[in-house]
């Protein structure tokens, strides 16, 4: 044999796996794929509703934008009652996360003072 032939064996073998590897590479993609659900309904979670005591009854239910108004409002306040689906009882705002991101995000109330 002379080194010609060798020379073609080892590129079908390198060309060989490389076909493999790629083979490889295509069903791990499709995978990936199949496993990817598009948007649609139920794909993106419901908002979240709250019920809060105001006036010493029970309100509601309001979303994040009608909480952040009571917040601005002064109507719901760090020590407001509030629940929502999912919670085994009423909790104080301040104790609740997704409240108090809202705290942080209202603006703070108007003094009368301009700067």
């Known amino acids: 044999m002379n080194d010609d032939h060798f020379h073609s064996i080892d590129r079908l073998v390198?060309?060989?796996l490389g076909v493999a590897v790629a083979q490889q590479m295509t069903a791990s993609m499709n995978q990936a794929i199949q496993n990817t659900r598009p948007p649609g309904p139920g794909?993106?979670?419901a908002a979240r509703s709250?019920?809060?005591?105001?006036?010493?009854?029970a309100a509601g239910?309001?979303?994040?934008?009608?909480?952040?108004?009571?917040?601005?409002d002064a109507r719901l306040t760090r020590d407001t009652?509030?629940?929502?689906?999912?919670?085994?009882?009423?909790?104080?705002?301040?104790?609740?996360?997704?409240?108090l991101r809202l705290v942080a995000l209202a603006p703070p109330p108007l003094t009368g003072e301009t700067v």
């Open 14 to 16: 390198e060309f060989g």
């Open 50 to 57: 709250y019920h809060v005591v105001l006036e010493q009854k």
């Open 43 to 45: 794909s993106i979670p």
């Open 61 to 72: 239910p309001f979303n994040e934008h009608e909480l952040a108004r009571l917040i601005s």
């Open 81 to 99: 009652l509030v629940w929502t689906p999912g919670m085994p009882g009423w909790k104080r705002a301040e104790d609740i996360a997704e409240i």
